[in-house]
């Protein structure tokens, strides 16, 4: 996979041990992602924070200089920005001016105590690109960041050069809770599964074997205070209508779309909105990666790497 850094640096592993008491279960949603917290960590090349108007948030840039436009890498439901890695540095070395971030509520960034809208988290990215003097991206959304991609794409169709959706949940047909208020019982209920949440993230893969430390590297999120909070928000927001109009709308915008599915992905099953997608983008170019399943950019990486050359006009 080619992580450069594992999610908790040497030293953030001695804080966190340091700060908490001696039983694993009492690790839970026990560290603050304070100045303290972000001083403890060891950050890669081209990593650094910046606060933007809802928090702080930590992201990598590769070969910044002129870097009119990106291509700007947005994680999934709950495991940050490293879940990209391997599609990060295969664009770096090819030159490509590359950025990847922590949404907020998860990995590095901050977890400020607001709605965990698909509108937060485009807001975070367009700041973000504000920052770096970012002018136009190619948005690459993975999973439920296919969402956020999309919001971009409806807030600000000027920034975007072209979308590319992986595993995107953004096409399935869901309906905003009617109390989108996150309760203390529900983060409870939560946390109370946490110890039952890493190994579920292997269902992933569709071979798991391949992946033996993915289970450890989330546990390190559960250590996180406000994560079951983000998550069950980012849930209860999530909503269908808006999003099927910005996906309509893209058709007559001209931002070039494309569309990656692994073959054997039951994560995000595609045949369950098949025909909607094909209504609402019927000019995408559509890709399927074989022997992969909702990570197709880490189960078959030389295909994937294959697909972004051609979509991407690598050299």
Same mark, same amino acid.
């Given at each position: 996979?080619?992580?450069?850094?594992?999610?908790? /640096?040497?030293?953030?592993a001695l804080y966190v041990a340091a700060a908490?008491?001696? @039983?694993?279960? +009492?690790?839970?949603?026990?560290?603050?992602?304070?100045? %303290?917290?972000?001083?403890?960590?060891?950050?890669?090349?081209?990593? %650094?924070?910046?606060?933007? @108007?809802?928090?702080?948030?930590?992201?990598?840039?590769?070969? %910044?200089? @002129?870097?009119?436009?990106?291509?700007?890498?947005?994680?999934?439901?709950?495991?940050?920005?490293?879940?990209?890695?391997?599609?990060?540095?295969?664009? %770096?070395?090819?030159?490509?001016?590359?950025? *990847?971030?922590?949404?907020?509520g998860r990995g590095f960034s901050d977890n400020?105590?607001?709605?965990?809208?698909?509108?937060?988290?485009?807001?975070?990215?367009?700041?973000?690109?504000?920052?770096?003097?970012?002018?136009?991206?190619?948005?690459?959304?993975? $999973?439920?960041?296919g969402r956020v991609v999309s919001q971009v794409?409806?807030?600000?169709?000027?920034?975007?050069?072209?979308?590319?959706?992986?595993?995107?949940?953004?096409?399935?047909?869901?309906?905003?809770?009617?109390?989108?208020?996150?309760?203390?019982?529900?983060?409870?209920?939560?946390?109370?599964?946490?110890?039952?949440?890493?190994?579920?993230?292997?269902?992933?893969?569709?071979?798991?074997?391949?992946?033996?430390?993915?289970?450890?590297?989330?546990?390190?999120?559960?250590?996180?205070?406000?994560?079951?909070?983000?998550?069950? /928000?980012?849930?209860?927001?999530?909503?269908?209508?808006?999003?099927?109009?910005?996906?309509?709308?893209?058709?007559? +915008?001209?931002?070039?779309?494309? *569309?990656?599915?692994?073959?054997?992905?039951?994560?995000?099953?595609?045949?369950?909105?098949?025909?909607?997608?094909?209504?609402?983008?019927?000019?995408?170019?559509?890709?399927?990666?074989?022997? $992969?399943?909702?990570?197709?950019?880490?189960?078959?990486?030389?295909?994937?790497?294959?697909?972004? *050359?051609?979509?991407?006009?690598?050299?």
């Amino acid at each position: 996979m080619g992580r450069v850094l594992p999610l908790l /640096s040497l030293s953030l592993a001695l804080y966190v041990a340091a700060a908490l008491p001696v @039983s694993a279960d +009492s690790r839970y949603e026990s560290v603050t992602k304070d100045a %303290a917290f972000r001083a403890s960590i060891e950050l890669p090349e081209g990593a %650094a924070f910046v606060a933007l @108007s809802e928090g702080v948030t930590y992201y990598r840039q590769a070969n %910044a200089v @002129s870097c009119a436009t990106a291509d700007v890498l947005v994680h999934g439901f709950s495991v940050p920005s490293y879940i990209w890695d391997p599609t990060y540095d295969f664009l %770096a070395s090819k030159g490509r001016c590359v950025v *990847t971030l922590d949404l907020y509520g998860r990995g590095f960034s901050d977890n400020p105590d607001v709605a965990y809208t698909d509108e937060l988290f485009a807001t975070q990215v367009l700041e973000l690109l504000d920052h770096l003097n970012i002018e136009k991206a190619n948005l690459l959304g993975l $999973s439920n960041g296919g969402r956020v991609v999309s919001q971009v794409a409806g807030l600000a169709p000027e920034r975007v050069e072209q979308l590319i959706y992986v595993a995107s949940s953004g096409f399935r047909d869901v309906s905003r809770a009617a109390d989108v208020q996150v309760s203390q019982e529900e983060i409870n209920e939560l946390i109370a599964r946490y110890p039952e949440l890493p190994a579920g993230q292997l269902s992933d893969f569709k071979d798991p074997t391949s992946f033996q430390d993915w289970d450890d590297k989330y546990a390190e999120l559960l250590v996180h205070k406000g994560f079951a909070r983000a998550l069950i /928000s980012t849930r209860k927001n999530h909503d269908s209508q808006e999003l099927d109009r910005i996906h309509a709308e893209l058709q007559a +915008s001209g931002i070039p779309v494309a *569309t990656i599915w692994g073959d054997s992905d039951t994560v995000v099953v595609y045949a369950g909105f098949a025909e909607k997608i094909e209504r609402l983008l019927p000019k995408r170019a559509e890709h399927f990666v074989p022997e $992969s399943g909702h990570l197709p950019h880490m189960e078959n990486q030389p295909y994937m790497e294959g697909l972004l *050359t051609d979509i991407l006009s690598l050299d």
